[in-house]
């Protein structure tokens, strides 16, 4: 367990909880049509959450995938659109998630002025920056929506918006 990791499960056990689980629903970022996913994926046998190996893909009570973040985050490795048999989920229709991440500044403890790099250390695509030493913002151009830096944070900070494509 690395130190940052401790940190985070020190502070959810202080606060008597784990990390919530954001009640936006997000998808695998494979898919064109959002219709598809309430038409198609019932006929599958969840072969998107067996395959994916940072264990986020989910099952929902109404057969479709979502992402739960509350443990890792998406790597984009593919292997969800490659075995979709109803093609819900296509390579050629890989994009960054719909979401859009920000910083709580009320809940960050950074922002509140303790050194804390939580956010940014998992950040594949270097979208987190800080002013000085504190103040992080995400750069939304930057920002692939992955989700690392969700379970990461040990206040619970970072939120999602679920972008509507319609």
Known sequence: MQRRELFSFLSSSIKGEGIKAKQTILRPPYFRDESLFQSECNKCEAKCAAVCEEEIIKIAEDKTPYLDFSKSGCTFCDECA????????????????????????????????????????????????????????????????????????????IDFKEIKND
């Open 82 to 157: 490659k075995v979709c048999e109803f093609d819900v989920l296509n390579l050629e229709d890989k994009k960054n998630i719909d979401a859009i991440v920000t910083i709580n500044k009320n809940e960050c403890l950074s922002w509140k002025g303790i050194m804390c790099f939580s956010c940014k250390d998992p950040c594949l695509d270097n979208a987190i920056k800080f002013q000085a030493m504190f103040m992080p913002e995400i750069e939304q151009d930057k920002c692939t929506a992955c989700g690392f830096c969700l379970s990461r944070c040990p206040a619970a900070a």
